[in-house]
């Protein structure tokens, strides 16, 4: 089984996961067939590493993990590579794909500047 | 004059604003007769007022100020009213308007989730 675990900063505001609240509820939408779960990095609950392994207890072989960040920061470029070193040696079975983080894929950040294009001409 | 004032944090490395460059130029590209410039809260220039000041100075009356950020953090709820009461004092016939964060925009979550549902096959 495949799944998809997003990963997100966290913040001590419960306010603050609302938008990845909204992201994994529209995942689930459009793939109803999907596993996916929400998880955090520092100050919110779940963590990656307990949110991995409840995947796998339910059957995933195969993780899709999506950093929910706008750029590449030093939480990508070194707490998450750390991270999931400790998930594969914890789980050596288990096939790991890493996405590229939201500001690195092109098709967004054109959906972005288009938003923004409308909204300086609305507001 | 109407201008775009995107806001994104700010951080060491110099690569990690290459997301919110890319905003900027692609919101230049899609409306080349709309001024856009890009700002930083922190630990990379330009900052907010300086990059406002100059605007009006070219002749801005209307400010719409953009946070790039994925959801509504202490910088957007506490430190960003602050610019915003300190430009307004500064420039008091200036009009600002203020966006939604990219995370509170349902267009941008659904668009970020169709584009995960599509790593989640593909990868």
Redesign the interface.
Known sequence: M?A?L?F?HG?R?P??????V??RD??R???PG?R?ELSFLELMQPSLPDTAAGLIADGATEL?I?P???????HL?KDLPVLLDDLRAAHPGLTV?L?S?????????????????G???R?
Do not use: C, N, Y
């Open positions: 495949r998809v997003l997100a913040a505001d306010a603050w996961a609302l938008p990845f909204a992201i529209a995942v939408s459009a793939a999907l996916v899709t999506v929910l960040f706008m750029a590449q920061g030093g470029k794909h996405t983080a939201i500001g690195d894929v092109p098709e967004l950040t054109r959906a972005i500047a288009d938003w923004v294009v909204a300086a001409t507001a």
